[in-house]
């Protein structure tokens, strides 16, 4: 038996960028039928990218698992190149009666995988070829631990022969038995890049938990928290149903208030023939919309009835798809005003713009501040609200797949959902409260119980103390009033400026005048 032994060597280098190794481009090298030789090392532009990470429109899909890469000067044939040193950890989807229409190679380069999809092509189901015979698929030797229906791909790449496989092994080869190995150094061959599973040839890559060896929308993630690419600036809107230009507050607030964040790509050149080719690549995937009380120092994320305003695309590795439905076949799962989740633009065939619309339906400002699910619970008292009347500062956060956060401007709006009324009424021996015991004391209450809530909300006066009240000479009245926080606003809902000097106290405490013994 006459055992030929290559070895397939490049350069390998590591620098230290976001904690990783450093994030390469998706290189490949061209093949050229007429010379049948392959050229140098290349890279897939941004503005070739067909399709980003997440929610797209194509036919009744709305989910794609990576990142397709074009070179608009034909992708059929390109060799595809490792970006980082790995082991294959499957090629044995290839071929054989159970391998896909879409041929996938994956490549383990640590605590993730790469899969290169779209190698080869569909009709092929024993011994695969490529570029002229250059590259072929085919299965290995039976031999010590190697069990059938494992696969090696042979690369002849301008004279010099490379050998790899999901297992390092024997393979049979122009009556040559070669050496299998499942080792790749960085930039080292993967594999041809066909037309298997799609009628045009292009790379789709994704990254998948280093337990997994196939594709899934399950499981399938963002390539560009690893390789590296040209990363958009974001002009980020934030506006409520319907005016894309405004944040208006919906009253009354037992009602929903829909809001919308527009991540813009800016600045960005485009082209393609439905202008859905971008100088730069979609990279969201975070979405928050965050709120406070002026007065207040910390900002939180709005809580709904159901959700929080939080829309995630699940595209780092550990992470999962928050409030949107990653389903590969569905008709009506859109983000819209009266369900969470993203409406796609960016990359669509038709109507293509520069962003994705994420929607968050679920704000009631006049919510109760128990509320927790289930049948909307509002409050009919501004203490029990989860918003009470006042000024409020509102802003969306967009994080991209590296974890790098960009801001919205900060908008303010008053929230005045609730009409003055008295609050608590008390009668004391003093005129200061903390010097005397009241011995009267009334005040409105909010009533609900659990097992008959019927989500209209009940108000009920609450007598604390009932002692005899006689007239003497120092006895205090003092009432508690809740009182309009913005009635002579034109529109308190409205987005302004939060120093706005009409505004309100939103509760004033009065101390009448002793009470008068009356004389004969």
Not at 10 to 32: H, K, M, T
Not at 94 to 113: M, Q, W
């Amino acid at each position: 038996m006459k055992i030929t032994l290559q070895i397939y060597l490049s350069l390998s280098f590591l620098l230290s960028v976001w904690g990783i190794a450093e994030a390469q481009r998706v290189y490949f090298r061209p093949y050229d039928s007429g010379s049948g030789s392959y050229g140098v090392r290349d890279t897939f532009p941004d503005s070739g990218v067909a399709d980003d990470y997440g929610p797209r429109k194509y036919g009744n899909l709305n989910w794609h698992g990576g990142i397709d890469f074009n070179d608009p000067a034909g992708d059929d044939g390109h060799l595809l190149l490792a970006p980082f040193a790995g082991t294959v950890v499957d090629v044995n989807r290839l071929l054989g009666p159970d391998a896909p229409a879409s041929k996938e190679i994956a490549l383990d380069v640590g605590n993730y995988r790469f899969l290169f999809i779209h190698v080869f092509q569909n009709s092929d189901t024993w011994q695969m070829s490529k570029n002229n015979n250059t590259i072929i698929a085919k299965e290995m030797l039976v031999h010590g631990n190697v069990p059938p229906g494992n696969w090696a791909i042979i690369m002849n790449i301008n004279d010099t022969l490379i050998v790899i496989g999901q297992t390092n092994g024997l393979v049979i080869h122009d009556g040559d038995t070669l050496m299998v190995t499942n080792s790749i150094s960085q930039f080292g061959p993967i594999g041809p890049l066909g037309t298997s599973g799609t009628p045009n040839a292009h790379l789709h890559l994704n990254t998948i938990p280093d337990n997994q060896t196939e594709w899934n929308n399950s499981h399938n993630k963002n390539p560009l928290e690893y390789v590296e690419y040209v990363q958009p600036q974001y002009n980020i809107q934030l506006f409520s149903q319907p005016d894309t230009s405004a944040l208006i507050m919906t009253y009354p607030g037992i009602n929903r208030t829909p809001l919308c964040v527009r991540p813009r790509m800016d600045p960005i050149t485009i082209s393609g023939a439905n202008n859905n080719r971008y100088s730069r690549i979609n990279d969201v995937n975070q979405v928050e919309i965050l709120l406070k009380k002026t007065s207040e120092a910390q900002f939180t994320r709005l809580k709904g009835a159901q959700i929080e305003s939080i829309l995630s695309l699940g595209g780092r590795n550990g992470t999962d798809v928050v409030n949107h439905t990653r389903q590969q076949y569905a008709s009506s799962q859109w983000g819209n005003w009266n369900r969470s989740g993203v409406d796609s633009y960016a990359y669509n065939s038709t109507n293509a713009q520069p962003y994705d619309d994420y929607y968050f339906p679920d704000f009631y400002t006049r919510i109760h501040k128990d509320h927790s699910a289930g049948t909307l619970r509002t409050a009919e008292l501004p203490s029990n609200a989860r918003y009470p009347d006042g000024e409020y500062n509102l802003f969306a956060k967009v994080t991209n797949i590296r974890g790098e956060s960009t801001s919205s401007d900060t908008l303010s709006f008053t929230l005045d959902n609730f009409k003055p009324y008295v609050k608590r009424v008390e009668v004391s021996q003093s005129a200061f409260y903390n010097s005397g015991s009241p011995f009267y004391i009334a005040e409105w209450e909010e009533y609900w119980q659990p097992t008959d809530w019927t989500g209209t909300g009940k108000l009920f006066i609450r007598v604390h103390k009932a002692d005899p009240i006689q007239a003497a000479s120092g006895q205090y009245l003092k009432i508690v009033a809740v009182t309009s926080v913005a009635r002579r606003h034109p529109n308190p809902g409205a987005a302004r400026s939060s120093k706005n000097p009409e505004v309100c106290s939103a509760i004033t405490r009065v101390a009448c005048r002793p009470c008068r013994q009356k004389t004969s």
